[in-house]
């Protein structure tokens, strides 16, 4: 409904009464074209993550783009909201891109191999997919054949002939070796042809013991630390990875540390027995060498102790594309050693998935460190209401009901879930990307139907209203405070001079908003407005701002008796928490005008809006709670058709009330009013014109700024007369 009244510098402003059909979204059966979920699983090869990344769509162009580039240094930051899909949807695009194309080199196994040429040193090699366990399968074989033999050697009466018997052996079994890693790797046949010279050194160093001593002649030849020189300790092994059909490895690492990326040193209570190059463990870099590597900046972050070093480290790999495996946990002076032989050249796409947030905090203090991820992906945190974005949100809902094997969704239970994320998205005309949100409303609603077929609107709804009581504990004790009259309300009847503004508060997840009074008081002087929150250090900055600017919008209203004569103050009454925002510097107006022009407003009707200089009401955040808030504290004091709330204009697309909210706007028993201006408000909390100023500055006379103008001339005149009173008084001696 709208109505037309006499506004300030127009001839005719609107003020638009809204129904019941402008306060929430509304999804048609023709929008979507199903009845139940099921209906849409008919593609045997569509998944969840398809629907998802129709919503994101720009995402996944530049996620494709990124990931199919596999020069170094086109690494991918990928920014996004939590709930977005970003993780998913990226580990989704990581493994179609892996089963596609590979990195430039085929899929490969790393092997620590003991060092024959540089006593204590590992050596790092390289080898196709598959032959990192084979190697280590035959060395062991090749490991227990040799202590077998040496067994045998108990009956040779001399230690030339053990020796001519071993060099047989040897001979026979390292060609054996030799030949089933043909090809494979030169510097793996450079390390199996130096195991004969070897052992036939370690044979001839050893000593049989005197039989006075022992009654076995081969006693202690059997040493477990030279055998343990001719394990494998397999770094990387990618035969998983090959029987994913991938072509190059996809890692993801959930809890990124220093030894989680960069590999570390295992201690050890016997190092004589375990040879170091045995203790090496390879990172996720190590693992997602030739492929891509998944990590979340928020994880490194977090990690007080060592995430600046780790970013430092990730640093110096993106720079040298180089990787060393270090004793994180000790500098003593053998693992110092150890790391000189364990560096090693790399090629990995990093995938940094971050909220923009710390982002941009993280860019203020390494900006050298995203120079490495020229591709970023934007992860849009809403999505435009339509057909094809209903749809694709119906089919990742039928997908993970299959997924969760629960029962579908009738269409009517779908709209509502969409609603909800609207509501999320606080826009009639836009649906937030928040899936886990979804996916989490969707199994509440699941539970709720029980052993139901099919999953209906009712049991959508009730899940809704079970999580918004579980969340209500702290609204409802502000709201016993002003049932109690503890927190003064007033709700019906009119007052000079006071207004019910709205606030806006957020307690972890629970969100809501609850009336607050705000008060003003006008009298003669030259102070002008006085913010008494901001006098005792109790408003914020925005708030402040938000002060500055009605002031001056009233002073350019009556410029023809500036400067004005006026001191008047202005109060959040009982707020003991301090002001912030400027959504209530409408509600201060009229307060503020009402007292100033003596004309009572109405108390059932709560203000929220901002203004700037010229009087137009600006959008303001948390509308929907803060009507509902304040709907709820009229109707447990009772409601009588003449409640309502006023918000800005601008603001009627962000409306996604609830039910009951609905039901009494269609009874007419509450009333949501939307204005352009701040005059159409004067004018509706007074029932009286604002007024028009004519060429010399003055309003009509039976109009609010009317009644305004004339008390600002008489507290002129009040002022000059007790100034000059003031100056004709004899001294006091």
């Not at 090496?280 to 870099?285: S, T, W």
């Not at 059932?604 to 709907?631: C, D, H, R, S, W």
Request: proline share 4%.
């Amino acid at each position: 409904m709208k109505q037309k009244h006499v506004g300030h510098n127009k001839d005719c402003i609107e003020m638009h009464i809204l129904n019941e059909q402008a306060l929430n979204a509304t999804i048609t059966q023709d929008s979507l074209g199903f009845q139940s979920t099921a209906e849409l699983l008919a593609k045997p090869d569509d998944h969840s993550d398809s629907h998802a990344w129709v919503a994101q769509s720009e995402a996944k162009k530049a996620a494709l783009f990124g990931l199919n580039i596999q020069q170094r240094g086109f690494n991918v930051l990928v920014l996004g909201a939590h709930g977005s899909g970003r993780t998913s949807l990226m580990q989704s695009a990581m493994q179609e891109v892996a089963k596609q194309t590979d990195a430039g080199q085929a899929l490969h196994d790393l092997v620590a191999l003991y060092d024959f040429n540089q006593l204590g040193q590992p050596t790092l090699i390289k080898l196709p997919v598959g032959q990192g366990f084979k190697l280590r399968t035959e060395m062991d074989g090749f490991a227990r054949a040799l202590i077998a033999e040496l067994t045998n050697l108990s009956a040779v009466d001399s230690q030339a002939k053990m020796l001519a018997q071993m060099r047989g052996w040897l001979e026979q079994a390292n060609t054996k070796l030799v030949q089933t890693f043909a090809d494979v790797n030169a510097d793996l046949t450079a390390y199996l042809k130096c195991i004969p010279p070897e052992v036939v050194c370690y044979l001839e160093a050893w000593q049989p013991p005197p039989p006075s001593e022992s009654d076995n002649p081969i006693d202690g030849l059997i040493n477990e630390a030279f055998f343990a020189r001719f394990r494998v300790n397999v770094l990387v092994d990618n035969r998983g990875t090959q029987t994913a059909g991938l072509c190059q490895p996809v890692v993801y690492d959930k809890d990124p540390s220093l030894p989680s990326l960069f590999g570390a040193i295992e201690s050890t209570t016997d190092a004589s027995l375990t040879p170091e190059f045995l203790r090496l463990r390879a990172g996720n870099l190590h693992k997602a060498d030739g492929g891509m590597l998944m990590i979340h900046l928020r994880d490194i972050l977090n990690d007080e102790q060592n995430g600046q070093q780790i970013i430092e480290k990730l640093h110096r790999f993106l720079r040298n594309g180089t990787l060393q495996i270090e004793d994180i946990a000790s500098s003593a002076q053998s693992s110092t050693v150890l790391t000189s032989n364990t560096l090693m050249p790399a090629h990995i796409k990093l995938v940094m998935i971050a909220t923009r947030e710390d982002f941009y905090d993280c860019l203020d203090e390494q900006p050298d460190f995203f120079d490495y991820f020229p591709i970023k992906v934007e992860f849009a945190e809403r999505i435009p209401a339509n057909k094809e974005n209903y749809a694709a949100i119906a089919g990742y809902i039928a997908h993970k009901c299959q997924v969760h094997q629960c029962a579908h969704f009738s269409q009517k239970a779908v709209a509502t879930l969409i609603i909800a994320l609207q509501r999320l998205e606080e826009d009639q005309t836009r649906i937030s990307t928040n899936f886990a949100f979804l996916e989490q409303l969707m199994l509440e609603s699941v539970a709720f139907a029980g052993d139901a077929p099919l999953v209906t609107e009712a049991h959508v709804n009730a899940a809704l209203q079970a999580k918004a009581q579980r969340n209500q504990y702290f609204e409802s004790q502000i709201r016993d405070s002003i049932i109690d009259n503890e927190l003064l309300i007033q709700v019906h009847g009119e007052v000079i001079g006071q207004v019910n503004g709205l606030t806006h508060i957020e307690l972890g997840d629970a969100s809501f908003g609850s009336p607050i009074r705000i008060t003003a008081r006008c009298y003669p002087g030259k102070t002008g407005l006085i913010n008494i929150d901001r006098e005792v250090n109790m408003s914020g900055p925005n708030h402040d701002k938000g002060i500055f600017i009605l002031q001056n919008w009233l002073s350019a209203s009556f410029w023809q008796l500036a400067p004005l004569s006026l001191n008047a103050s202005l109060v959040f009454e009982q707020e003991y928490n301090g002001v912030e925002g400027d959504s209530a510097s409408c509600a201060e107006l009229f307060a503020l005008l009402s007292a100033l022009a003596g004309l009572p407003i109405k108390q059932g009707i709560a203000v929220t809006g901002a203004l700037n200089q010229f009087g137009e009401v600006m959008p303001i955040g948390g509308v929907n709670e803060k009507i509902e808030g304040y709907f709820r504290v009229c109707q447990a004091l009772g409601l009588d058709g003449q409640q309502g709330v006023i918000i800005p204009r601008r603001n009627q697309r962000h409306l996604l009330l609830d039910q009951q909210v609905l039901d009494a706007v269609a009874a007419k028993q509450f009333h949501i009013i939307a204005i352009d201006h701040v005059l159409e408000g004067i004018e509706y909390l007074t029932g009286i014109a604002a007024g028009v100023q004519n060429h010399v500055g003055n309003y009509p006379e039976h109009t609010v700024l009317g009644h305004a103008q004339l008390a600002l001339a008489n507290y002129r005149k009040t002022l000059e007369s007790n100034q000059a009173r003031l100056h004709q008084l004899p001294l006091i001696e």
